[in-house]
Structures are given as structure tokens and as C-alpha cells.
């Protein structure tokens, strides 16, 4: 006899519960300045469940930091990134900053302790390099779209040195700089896009 589907809709939200609470025990360790160990122990610890249950949910290391990854994006909102390519190129180029320092903002203790342990985490690396390329990607299909529209001919080199400094601009180092600096929100997100324009005008 199959089990019966409300069990099964028991089980999985169960389940579900216990992923998410997996998830916010890693992001809170990452937001925590007085922690320094992001090891699945002490995720598991964290989270108060067995090292068993964090590889059954995620069978490995690389496994929960891919979906630790888009739980800290969920949470920044990137979901919003198609709306992008919805608007016309130069307002596209707002858009994306907004975006981005929106996600910045939205936990960057968090983040700037990931990316400082990706400098000596080859695994924790190699994720932060797949998604600082989707939005080098991202910058650079704005880009051709913008040249199309303007009828311009850019070389594959100049479309190349744009895309790079557009990727920098809205980078977390960028962010980081001037939020460090004192800059609000909304005054990055000013700096952020003249800047953007000026460097793909």
C-alpha cells in the first residue's frame, strides 16, 4: 500500500522546514563576526540537526553551499534580474544597479565574509566566480542590446572592456567601498549608475 498523501505532504514540509533551517544556520554563521568555522559540522551544530541530515538534504558540502547561494540571493531579491532585459538598455543599466546593491545591502556582512573565505576555499571560490560570470554575462548582454539600439558598431575588444567595467561597478567590492565609506543606499545606487553610463557612453 503507497503511503497516503497526507503523510507524504507531512514529510515534505517537514523536510522543507528543516533545509531552510539549514540554510539560516549558514547564513547566520557567515553574519556572525565572532564565528569563523563554516564547516557542515558546524552548520549541523548551528542548526541543531545530525552531519546525516545535512547530506541528506544536500549529499554534499558543494550541494548546500549551491543552495546556500540562492538562499542568500532569494533573500537579496535577484529573482527580480529578468526584469532587465524588459526595459529599454540605458534603463536597464539603472535597473541592474539597483538590483545589485539591493542584494549587496540585504546581508553584506554575510557576504563579505563569503568572499573572504572563497580566497582560501577553492570550493567556496569556485561558486562565487559562476555567479560573479552570470552578472559579467548579464552586463555584457546589456550592452550589445544597447549597441543595437544606437546602431553603433563596437569591436568585440571595446564591447569586452565595457562589459568588464560594468561587472565592476556593480560588483560587491564596489558596494563594500562605498558603503564603508559612509554612503547610503540610495547614494550608492546614484554613484553606481552615473558611473555605469559613463563608462558605456
Not at 545530525?50 to 548546500?64: D, K
Not at 536597464?92 to 568572499?115: M, Q
Not at 552570470?134 to 572592456?161: D, F, P, S, Y
Request: proline share 3%; glycine share 4%.
Amino acid at each position: 500500500m503507497s503511503p497516503r498523501p497526507y503523510n507524504m505532504k507531512k514529510r515534505q514540509a517537514v523536510a522543507s522546514e528543516t533545509r531552510m533551517r539549514i540554510l539560516e544556520a549558514a547564513r547566520q554563521l557567515l553574519a556572525s563576526e565572532s564565528e569563523t568555522d563554516l564547516s557542515m559540522e558546524a552548520i549541523a551544530r548551528r542548526a541543531d540537526v545530525s552531519r546525516l541530515t545535512l547530506y541528506y538534504q544536500f549529499n554534499s558540502r558543494t550541494g548546500l553551499l549551491e543552495a546556500l547561494y540562492d538562499h542568500l540571493a532569494n533573500r537579496g531579491n535577484l529573482r527580480r534580474i529578468p526584469e532587465v532585459f524588459l526595459e529599454h538598455p540605458a534603463v536597464a543599466i539603472d535597473k541592474l544597479v539597483r538590483i545589485f546593491v539591493g542584494f549587496w545591502a540585504s546581508d553584506p556582512v554575510a557576504l563579505r565574509r563569503l568572499r573572504a573565505m572563497a580566497v582560501l576555499d577553492p570550493e567556496i571560490a569556485k561558486g562565487i566566480q559562476a555567479r560573479d560570470a552570470r552578472r559579467a554575462h548579464i552586463a555584457g548582454q546589456i550592452l550589445k542590446r544597447m549597441a543595437a539600439a544606437g546602431r553603433k558598431n563596437l569591436t568585440e575588444q571595446q564591447c569586452n572592456a565595457a562589459t568588464t567595467v560594468l561587472s565592476m561597478l556593480t560588483s560587491f567590492a564596489t558596494y563594500d567601498a562605498l558603503a564603508s565609506a559612509g554612503h547610503s543606499q540610495k547614494e550608492i545606487v546614484a554613484i553606481m549608475a552615473r558611473l555605469a553610463h559613463c563608462a558605456v557612453s
